[in-house]
Nanobody, 113 residues
């Protein structure tokens, strides 16, 4: 039984930072490319960042230099460090495999003054 639980979201002012965590259950984790996605109200769900099983990373162009994805395979956990946040980053953030196999509830990030 696979479960992905996101946490760490909240309300932050523009320019602030948040660190999101994704705790995974199941034996799949260490062999899969993992990713963070986000979906703003009325918008499609888009990939933000991805990290392979060996730690290679990729980012959406708009997030380069601000966001950093990492993973700890021993803990079955993926992280997303978000810096210099702006209002356009407001969304529900989800973690999943790169194929989008296991959608959970996500964690809300709101950037507002």
């Amino acid at each position: 039984q696979v479960q992905l639980v996101e946490s760490g979201g909240g309300l932050v002012q523009p320019g602030g930072s948040l660190r999101l965590s994704c705790a995974a259950s199941g034996s799949f984790f260490s062999l899969r490319t993992m990713a963070w996605y986000r979906q703003a109200p009325g918008k499609q769900r888009d990939l933000v960042a991805a990290i392979t099983s060996l730690g290679s990373t990729n980012y959406a162009d708009s997030e380069k230099g601000r966001f950093s994805i990492s993973r700890d395979n021993a803990k079955n956990t993926v992280y997303l460090q978000m810096n210099s946040l702006k209002s356009d980053d407001t969304a529900v953030y989800y973690c999943n495999t790169a194929q989008g196999d296991y959608w959970g509830q996500g964690t809300q990030v709101t950037v507002s003054s």
